[in-house]
């Protein structure tokens, strides 16, 4: 039995999901990240929120989570391997939960060196697939991981992510489908560039059936600058950003609104293909800094607006 969460809902009913991404702050302040929540609240279904991305001390995500439960909104609390042990996993998901959060998503985390605190000691006591696990079974079967019973109920609908771009690809199907053993529900990928690829990493999921086990959320961010195209098609693993992108990027340079307005098309020409390749049931925007864009994209895909609700 899943959370009935609003993602879980607007996914069972069949519609196509759109999620948002918040990035908590630096310091004590919210009031920047609920603003762009409020700004996004019409335009996407479920938020979801940064568990300090890019090993970058930030707000916790759980509490963000819980400010949105109090507005009405649905969050999806990110939770990441690699600064908990399995004690504090399963405390921090009973914190969420008994606020209201019902959509956990398991990561890895950036490693520790590439962030603020490169001396920190990476804990990953479980991996993300091996948390997934956990939460199930919290879930499922009423039970933490020693054993012992819960004393209450677990609703939880749980998120991973997937690459369909990292190497060895012909692994990359038989990794998901380790995922959707150990629990998972709904699954975001990295960021779509490379269309043909995504295509054919699809095909192999569907010819495995893995799309009727699991949600599968296509992950679009979209580019506002050619030095963070080139930055990500350099230096990021797992991102694969064609030459053709690059070029239309750099070519129009000269166009009414220059790159960011390119950028911007190009990312609803994204949303607008991967709604057609067979397997995917949504889209997860990463516009972390341009938040306020969202509204925008999600208007112009077409057929998106107005976004389902669900009486509680």
Not at 27 to 49: K, Q, S
Not at 149 to 157: G, N, Q, R, T, V
Not at 230 to 240: E, P, Q, T
Request: proline share 4%; aromatic share 6%.
């Amino acid at each position: 039995m899943f959370a009935g969460s609003n993602l879980e809902k607007v996914l069972a009913n069949g519609h196509f999901a759109i999620t948002g991404e918040l990035g908590p702050m630096r310091g004590t302040d919210l009031g920047p990240c609920l603003e762009h929540a409020e700004h996004m609240r019409n335009h996407v279904d479920a938020f979801n929120i940064t568990d300090n991305q890019t090993a970058v001390v930030r707000i916790a995500s759980m509490a963000t989570a819980i400010k949105l439960v109090e507005r009405g909104m649905d969050p999806v609390m990110q939770m990441t391997v690699r600064d908990r042990n399995r004690i504090c996993l399963q405390a921090d998901v009973l914190g969420g939960a008994s606020c209201g959060v019902k959509n956990f998503l398991c990561i890895q985390g950036d490693h520790q060196t590439l962030g603020s605190e490169p001396q920190a000691k990476g804990v990953y006591d479980v991996d993300s697939t091996q948390l997934m696990k956990v939460i199930k079974d919290m879930r499922d079967e009423n039970k933490f991981v020693s054993g012992d019973e819960m004393e209450a109920p677990l609703d939880a609908f749980i998120g991973g992510v997937v690459n369909p771009f990292a190497d060895p690809f012909e692994y990359r199907p038989a990794r998901f489908a380790k995922k959707i053993a150990a629990g998972v529900n709904f699954v975001q990928t990295q960021c779509i560039y490379d269309m043909d690829r995504l295509k054919e990493y699809m095909k192999r999921v569907v010819d495995m059936g893995l799309h009727e086990k699991c949600y599968i959320l296509a992950g679009i961010t979209p580019l506002k600058a050619i030095g963070a195209a080139m930055y990500m098609k350099n230096n990021v693993a797992g991102i694969i950003i064609p030459d053709e992108i690059v070029k239309r990027l750099k070519g129009a340079k000269e166009k009414p609104g220059g790159v960011k307005a390119e950028g911007l098309k190009l990312c609803v020409e994204q949303i607008q293909q991967v709604k057609e390749i067979e397997g995917i049931h949504g889209a997860h925007i990463m516009a972390i800094a341009w938040e306020e864009k969202v509204p925008e994209i999600v208007e112009a895909v077409g057929g998106l607006m107005p976004r389902p609700k669900f009486d509680d």
